[in-house]
């Protein structure tokens, strides 16, 4: 019987396999690469067959999204393959938002190295990775997405109204830097009505999650002083560092 929350994995040496060991998955980027996707952990050997429960891995089972990826495995150096090519895995919000800045990092890194089709490709498959990452609801996927709006990006063209609307959804959804900016545009009428009430309010929330730079506005605010914001550039949305 299938465990619903466990991948199943064929491997050509299962005497070498013992319950715990590490199975590490791999995919292949638009270009063919073998990249690790990350790693889950025997959990019952049947057989040929290995279940593996997803762990460290940005897919975790418990996620009732789910989506088809080519998968490759490796269980003790010997490599392995998944029961079934339309096996499907469970994925995550956050496994499509790694995604997108993967591949956009990808594009950003490479503008002069790649043709236009293929940084105009790789753009695409960032944005459609992106727009997953919201359906599941990511408030960080909105603020990129938002951004992404605000200058144009591949086959977004730019929104100021959809810009917005993301922001506050991220915003909305407790997302820090999603909720300084906002707090900022209602404090300058920036694409919305002036609005020092909902400024502030904004503010805070963003202070109270530890943001340095709205606690150094209310700071301000609450002296009189004039505030220094400093507003993301679009070369740091893909960062995989943040």
């Not at 005497?15 to 959990?43: M, P, W």
């Not at 002036?194 to 730079?213: H, L, V």
């Not at 002083?225 to 070369?235: R, T």
């Amino acid at each position: 019987m299938r465990d619903n929350s466990s991948i199943q994995i064929k491997v050509p040496h299962p005497n070498t396999i013992r319950s715990g060991d590490k199975v590490k998955l791999y995919h292949k980027t638009a270009f063919g690469d073998e990249v690790k996707t990350g790693e889950c952990q025997v959990s019952r050997i049947d057989d040929t067959i290995v279940y593996a429960t997803p762990q460290d891995i940005s897919m975790p089972a418990t996620v009732g999204q789910i989506a088809k990826i080519t998968i490759s495995a490796k269980v003790n150096h010997h490599n392995a393959s998944l029961d079934s090519k339309d096996q499907r895995i469970p994925m995550d919000a956050q496994y499509y938002l790694n995604q997108a800045k993967q591949i956009g990092e990808d594009a950003d890194q490479n503008a002069n190295n790649y043709s236009q089709q293929q940084i105009k490709s790789l753009k695409e498959k960032a944005i459609e990775n992106l727009q997953k990452a919201t359906s599941m609801k990511s408030a960080e996927a909105y603020f990129i997405l938002a951004m992404l709006y605000e200058d144009g990006y591949g086959s977004l063209k730019r929104d100021y109204k959809k810009m917005v609307e993301s922001i506050q959804k991220s915003a909305q959804m407790g997302y820090a830097h999603a909720q300084f900016l906002l707090a900022d545009m209602y404090e300058d009428g920036d694409e919305v009505v002036k609005d020092k009430t909902q400024a502030i309010y904004w503010y805070k929330k963003a202070a109270e999650q530890g943001n340095k730079e709205a606690q150094k506005v209310l700071e301000k605010l609450s002296k009189k002083e004039p505030k220094s914001l400093g507003i993301p550039d679009i070369d740091d949305l893909f960062d995989l560092n943040k």
